[in-house]
C-alpha cells in the first residue's frame, strides 16, 4: 500500500470505528496529505524508510511556514496517529514517532475578557433588530455555557432544558454532556425564539436548530466568528481576540472565583484535565497581579 492508500484506510478507522468528529477529522486529513507531500519531496516511498529525523525535518518545515504552535501540534498529533495505525495494522514494525513528544500550545492563548468587557461586548447587539436579537441571544448562550462555536451551531431545542436550567451539548467525537445554563442566557434564547425564528422558522428549512441565518436556515461557525468580532471592534475591546474567546472567558472566570478543576472540565468537555489545566496557568497570573497590588511588601505599605 503506498502511503495515500494507508491515509484513506486510516481516515475510514477515524470515522467508523474511532468516530471521530468530523472537523477533526478534515483536519488530520489536510495535515497529513501535508506529511505525504513531504514525504514525497524527500523522495520516501514507504514507512521503513522514515526515521526519527526525518519527522524532526518536517517539523522544521512546519516551523518554516510559520505555523503556530496549535497547528503544529494538531499536525504532529496527526502525524503520530497515522503511524501509530500503521504499526498496528502491521505495515512496519518501528514507529519513527514513538519518543517525539507534541509540544502545548498553551503559550499561544488568546489574552482573556475580563468580566466588564463581557458585560460590555453582551451589550453590543441591537435589540430592536431581528438579527441583533438572536445575536445578543447567541453571545448570552456562549458565555453562559463555554460551548465551542461548533457546538453552538448544533444546539436544538430538545437540548434545552428550560425548567432544570441545563443544555446538552454534543462536542467531539460526538461526546454528549450536561452544561448549566444561566436564566438570563434562557430568557434571551426565548425573546428571540418567540420572535425573529418563529418568522424564519416559517421557511420550514430550520428543523429544530435553535439559532438561525436569514435564510431561516444553521448558521455557519464563520458567520458566528465574524459576529463576535464585530462586536469586539464595536466594543472597543483591544484585546486580541478569537472564536474561543466567550469560552476562555467561561472557564477562566469560574476558576478565579474557585470553581473545582474537574467540574470545569466536565461543563468544557474536555477528555484530558491537563487541557483544562492551562485556565490555572491564567488564574495563577491573576493572583500574582492581586498580590503585587495588595501585598505590603509589594506596595510598600508595610507597618
Given at each position: 500500500m503506498n502511503f495515500h492508500d494507508v491515509l484513506k484506510?486510516?481516515?475510514?478507522?477515524?470515522?467508523?470505528?474511532?468516530q471521530v468528529a468530523k472537523n477533526t477529522v478534515e483536519a488530520y486529513q489536510r495535515d497529513l496529505l501535508r506529511y505525504?507531500?513531504?514525504?514525497?519531496d524527500q523522495s520516501l516511498h514507504s514507512f521503513s524508510q522514515i526515521t526519527h529525523q526525518v519527522v524532526f525535518q518536517f517539523i522544521e518545515l512546519l516551523h518554516g511556514l510559520h505555523l503556530g504552535s496549535s497547528s503544529i501540534s494538531r499536525n504532529l498529533s496527526a502525524v503520530r496517529a497515522f503511524h501509530r495505525y500503521a504499526v498496528g495494522e502491521g505495515l512496519y514494525d518501528q514507529d519513527p514517532t514513538e519518543n517525539i513528544s507534541v509540544p502545548k500550545p498553551w503559550m499561544k492563548l488568546p489574552e482573556v475578557l475580563d468580566p466588564v468587557e463581557v458585560e460590555n461586548l453582551l451589550n453590543q447587539p441591537d435589540c430592536g433588530k431581528d438579527d441583533g436579537l438572536r445575536d445578543r441571544a447567541m453571545l448570552e448562550f456562549l458565555y453562559a455555557t463555554g460551548v465551542?462555536?461548533?457546538e453552538l451551531v448544533s444546539i436544538r431545542f430538545p437540548d434545552i432544558f428550560w425548567e432544570d436550567e441545563f443544555v446538552r451539548?454534543?462536542?467531539?467525537?460526538?461526546?454528549?454532556?450536561l452544561v448549566p445554563i444561566h436564566r438570563t442566557a434562557l430568557h434571551w434564547v426565548k425573546e428571540y425564539s418567540d420572535g425573529p425564528r418563529r418568522r424564519l422558522a416559517s421557511m420550514g428549512l430550520a428543523r429544530d436548530i435553535v439559532f438561525l441565518n436569514r435564510?431561516?436556515?444553521r448558521l455557519s461557525r464563520v458567520s458566528v466568528w465574524k459576529m463576535i468580532k464585530k462586536y469586539t471592534?464595536?466594543?472597543g475591546i483591544v484585546k486580541f481576540t478569537s472564536p474561543h474567546s466567550l469560552r476562555h472567558a467561561f472557564a477562566t472566570h469560574l476558576i478565579e472565583r474557585g470553581a473545582d478543576l474537574r467540574a470545569v472540565q466536565e461543563m468544557l468537555g474536555h477528555a484530558d484535565i491537563s487541557t483544562t489545566q492551562i485556565y490555572t496557568h491564567l488564574d495563577r497570573e491573576h493572583l500574582k497581579k492581586v498580590y503585587q497590588e495588595y501585598h505590603p511588601l509589594e506596595t510598600g505599605r508595610v507597618v
Open positions: 484506510s486510516f481516515i475510514d478507522y477515524l470515522v467508523i470505528e474511532r505525504i507531500a513531504f514525504l514525497s465551542r462555536v461548533s451539548v454534543f462536542g467531539k467525537g460526538g461526546k454528549e454532556r435564510f431561516g436556515k471592534l464595536s466594543a
